[in-house]
């Protein structure tokens, strides 16, 4: 899902604004936040970068193929033209 350290410190400048008599009421403040931002984030419809990046590699391979395809099947088109009809 999404890089733990990056909700940390998401978790950690939210923390930081926060005035300290504030900080005082809760405690672990920071927790709370990164459980709740945790929570959040797990119900987005999101994917990891890595998995992106990965599916974009496919994405690009089977465009070269379908590209492939249709380059053969013009040619094969072109062959039928090019054949006198019986």
């Known amino acids: 899902m999404l890089d ?7 978790a ?3 923390t930081n604004v926060i005035p300290p008599g504030v900080k005082t ?3 672990n403040v920071e927790e709370k936040i990164k459980t709740v931002l945790q929570a ?8 990891s970068r890595e998995e992106f990046d990965v599916q974009t ?3 690009a391979r089977t465009r070269q193929k379908l590209d492939l395809l ?17």
């Open 40 to 47: 959040k984030l797990s119900q987005l419809d999101v994917v």
């Open 4 to 10: 733990a350290k990056k909700i940390e410190q998401i």
């Open 57 to 59: 590699q496919v994405l």
């Open 70 to 86: 249709e380059k053969e099947f013009e040619q094969i088109k072109q062959q039928f033209a090019d054949t006198p009809a019986e």
């Open 25 to 27: 009421l809760a405690d």
């Open 12 to 14: 950690e400048q939210i």
